[in-house]
């Protein structure tokens, strides 16, 4: 069972993650996410040199380079928040609504999810997009690596709010019930 019809009557104690009204989480989940893509970058140096960015041959070129890793950046994010509505779509049958808003896309759903569930519906496109961008690092010639690579440490760096929430719901090590409006996670214990 991935959701309820409902949140249980049984589990009472409400809990609430919202980085948009803690301003301490939200820096610190900055930190964290420009951490974990500084580590990226650092890994990606040890496949390929960074010079490899900026080695295009003119300003024109490397103008052109930067266009299109801002065009990729912004295909993926709508892709990304795509396979969020598609997950939500199979696991429950029940079509999201996707919502632009400020600086930022989410999906918008009532659905109340079991942690499993919940794990599958927020993981999803992290662990698809980022295959599809491994498997494209790997066939791909260096001189494109950098460019997929950047949107892959967009794609994982930029869950460090996913890998919060799993941490904080995976460690209640309780029954729970998981409401995501896109913004806040509130959840059930």
Not at 119 to 136: D, E, N, Q, R, S
Not at 137 to 164: C, H, R, T
Not at 169 to 179: D, F, M, N, V
Request: glycine residues 8%; proline residues 3%; contains cysteine.
């Amino acid at each position: 069972m991935c959701c309820y019809k409902e949140k249980p009557e049984k589990l009472k104690t409400e809990h609430v993650i919202d980085p948009e009204g803690d301003k301490k989480l939200r820096l610190y989940l900055s930190l964290g996410a420009v951490g974990l893509a500084a580590v990226l970058v650092g890994i990606g140096c040890i496949f390929v040199p960074i010079t490899k960015l900026y080695d295009v041959g003119g300003v024109g070129r490397f103008i052109l380079r930067a266009v299109l890793i801002i065009v990729m950046a912004a295909v993926y994010y709508c892709v990304h928040e795509l396979v969020h509505s598609y997950v939500l779509k199979r696991l429950t049958g029940i079509t999201a609504k996707i919502v632009f808003e400020k600086y930022h896309a989410h999906c918008v759903s009532d659905t109340v999810f079991t942690l499993k569930g919940y794990l599958i519906y927020c993981f999803a496109p992290v662990i698809i997009i980022g295959v599809v961008l491994l498997i494209l690092n790997i066939v791909l010639p260096d001189k494109f690596f950098w460019q997929v690579y950047i949107i892959q440490i967009i794609n994982i760096a930029g869950a460090a709010g996913e890998f919060y929430a799993a941490y904080m719901l995976i460690k209640e090590k309780k029954e729970l019930a998981i409401q995501d409006d896109g913004v806040k996670l509130t959840y059930w214990t």
